[in-house]
T-cell receptor, first 112, second 113 residues
């Protein structure tokens, strides 16, 4: 079973920040938080990952709480192309990264 | 990064028949993974395919139904055997080509009638 809990859906206005929450209260000390997204009719795409520090890349920012029991993915300026299902996954770093346990994810709808 | 090509992209098949899905990667990888995504659902791992050994299947999936081949480090096939309408899903191939992320093919959309 997935170790994460996410809201089933969220809406965001185009150009605004999208903040997607994820609860992972049973995360282990050696597990990272990964985010993937799946745009309609495509395979999932890696976004970002982190252990305990906040992370930022060209796609998004990841904020992890100090107790590591929850995190938030931030898309700073959402566009219509960011409409997708976003998956939060906890997993050990390294090794076989293709073996992922997907939860139900959050369906983000970016509206004009 | 890794580029994954899956064939066919979609197919409509008669019940009782079998379909073989191909997955080609542009680099050598140790492990390849097959997922199923049923309509409106999330992805579920079917099996892990290692080159030179039998695939490892997840609970609820068996080799007779989903035989997998892994003849070399860049290629794998998944066969969906004796299909029924319940097998209608998207089947995706994945590789972990780096230590930090997985790469997915575009998927094969299968409809069984």
């Amino acid at each position: 079973d997935a170790k994460t809990t996410q809201p089933p859906s969220m809406d965001c206005a185009e150009g605004r920040a999208a903040n997607l929450p994820c609860n992972h209260s049973t995360i282990s000390g050696n597990e990272y938080v990964y985010w993937y997204r799946q745009i309609h009719s495509q395979g999932p795409q890696y976004i970002i990952h982190g252990l305990k520090n906040n992370e930022t890349n060209e796609m998004a920012s990841l904020i992890i709480t100090e107790d590591r029991k929850s995190s938030t993915l931030i898309l700073p300026h959402a566009t219509l192309r960011d409409t997708a299902v976003y998956y939060c996954i906890v997993q050990r770093h390294g090794g076989s990264q293709g073996n992922l346990i997907f939860g139900k994810g959050t369906k983000l709808s970016v509206k004009p | 990064s890794a580029v994954i090509s899956q064939k066919p992209s979609r197919d409509i098949c008669q019940r009782g028949t079998s379909l073989t899905i191909q997955c080609q990667v542009d680099s050598q990888v140790t492990m390849m993974f097959w997922y199923r995504q049923q309509p409106g659902q999330s992805l579920t791992l079917i099996a892990t395919a290692n080159q030179g050994s039998e695939a490892t299947y997840e609970s609820g999936f068996v080799i007779d139904k989903f035989p997998i081949s892994r003849p070399n480090l860049t290629f794998s096939t998944l066969t969906v055997s004796n299909m029924s309408p319940e097998d209608s899903s998207i089947y995706l191939c994945s590789v972990g080509a780096s230590m930090t992320e997985a790469f997915f093919g575009q998927g094969t959309r299968l409809t069984v009638v």
